[in-house]
């Protein structure tokens, strides 16, 4: 017997004609150094769980962060309340299951055997090879090294039951390089399950390298340049353009790819995958709607294959879902588990011959504020370097790109082949671009 049954007895009693479990186990450390001294030590357990119900065809939901038999009795009670006042008339599904599920592991045993005293070793030598490597680093403004256990349980009142385990690790640190008046500050990550890859010496020569590299920057010339952006940049824009194959965005006439499918929108260069079964921390063979995940294009060669569907989309569609149903509360949202751009075969270095002399945009900020989701036109503060005579040449700041969305993927005229993984769950690669504008003195 499982300890829920008492909540889909109860339902049942209720009158409820179908209901759901979504169930969120974890836990969590992190660690962070401050100047050889442990910062901050946190060690939590979590637990999340939601619940939802059909009554008379509305779909009430409820919440609850702790289980016992009192709760079961109120989250049913909950779910018949916020049914009652549902206004919404879209189709909601508890669903039956997917005739086959191709499950990938991404739970890695060794990660939790670990001890804490080689993970703190790790953090030490982090930071002191921070310090040491450059003169120029004058603070290191943190270390922290945080891991994540994840157990996610669907069951439903049609009989389904999948539990899918996650864990991973990351280590993140940021230091400060200063050079006359000037000071500048980098940052980077690591993210894996598999602790054993993991270097400190390595990851604290790259990030005092992005911290370095910025000295000296100053604004180019307002101009349009031939531009290569930076995997980070592709990334932040990447997430941004997707959304607009969200197919819930597309019905309500508020997407940029409406009656796009099957025609061309980007460069021939540009292939966007949804992997969801690559296996990797981000991983996920069932959606949270229980629906089989499957790896799939959605725009391959420049052209729109299809929309991102959850359940309740796909029926106004009358089209199969494509197993995107994730987030939300009665309603499932629509996204991705791990989107990626399909890597080309050149190296950063033949980008840079090839572009000549432009711009390398390394950093955007103000994404949120700064890009219209209605029109695609964008302005936003960035960084970076002049490219001169096909080499990376002296770092720029205080400088603005502005575009549009839409143009910028048409104008790809190459992809490069360093992929590099965000921990929002995106793999992109640096982009040769036609052309962008970039405001500076």
């Not at 997407?255 to 921390?281: C, H, M, Q, R, Y």
């Not at 309603?331 to 432009?358: H, T, Y």
Request: hydrophobic residues 35%; aromatic residues 8%.
């Amino acid at each position: 017997m499982s300890k829920y049954d008492k909540f889909f007895a109860l339902a049942k009693e209720a009158g409820l004609e179908q209901v759901e479990l979504f169930i969120s186990e974890s836990h969590s450390l992190q660690i962070s150094l401050f100047h050889g001294e442990v910062d901050e030590y946190k060690d939590n357990n979590g637990y999340s769980i939601m619940a939802r119900g059909i009554l008379n065809g509305k779909c009430g939901s409820a919440n609850a962060d702790v289980w016992n038999k009192e709760k079961a009795a109120w989250l049913v009670n909950e779910i018949v309340n916020n049914a009652k006042v549902i206004e919404n008339d879209d189709p909601i599904f508890i669903f039956k299951g997917s005739d086959k599920y191709h499950k990938v592991n991404t739970f890695n045993k060794e990660l939790e055997l670990v001890s804490i005293d080689q993970k703190m070793k790790e953090l030490y030598t982090l930071e002191k090879a921070l310090k040491e490597i450059d003169p120029r680093i004058v603070e290191v403004a943190g270390t922290e090294y945080s891991q994540t256990s994840e157990k996610v349980t669907l069951m439903n009142s049609n009989g389904l039951n999948l539990v899918q385990k996650s864990n991973y690790f990351t280590f993140v640190a940021q230091c400060v390089a200063k050079q006359g008046e000037q000071t500048k500050s980098g940052y980077d990550f690591f993210l894996d399950n598999d602790f054993s890859k993991f270097n400190a010496q390595e990851f604290a020569k790259k990030i005092v390298k992005i911290t370095v590299d910025q000295l000296g920057g100053e604004p180019c010339e307002t101009n349009k340049y031939k531009a290569i952006l930076h995997p980070d940049v592709v990334t932040s824009l990447l997430k941004a353009y997707i959304g607009h194959a969200d197919a819930e965005e597309v019905q309500k006439h508020s997407s940029l790819f409406i009656d796009k499918v099957g025609k061309k929108i980007a460069s021939s260069k540009v292939t966007i995958e949804d992997k969801p079964l690559t296996k990797n921390v981000f991983a996920r063979w069932f959606d949270d709607e229980g629906v089989a995940t499957s790896n799939k294009p959605i725009v391959k060669n420049g052209k729109l294959q299809t929309y991102l569907y959850n359940l309740t989309t796909a029926a106004k569609d009358g089209v199969e879902t494509t197993g995107n149903g994730f987030g939300g509360g009665s309603k499932r949202g629509i996204g991705s588990a791990f989107l990626s751009l399909k890597p080309g075969k050149k190296s950063l270095d033949e980008l840079f011959e090839m572009v000549g002399n432009g711009v390398y945009i390394t950093d955007v900020s103000g994404l949120h504020a700064g890009l219209n989701p209605q029109s695609g036109n964008f302005s936003l503060q960035s960084t970076g370097f002049m490219i001169e005579n096909g080499k990376k040449g002296k770092p720029l700041d205080l400088i603005t790109v502005g575009g549009n969305l839409l143009d910028i993927f048409k104008d790809v005229l190459e992809v490069g082949n360093d992929v590099t993984v965000s921990p929002s769950g995106v793999s992109a690669e640096s982009v040769l671009i036609k052309k962008i504008a970039v405001s500076g003195k």
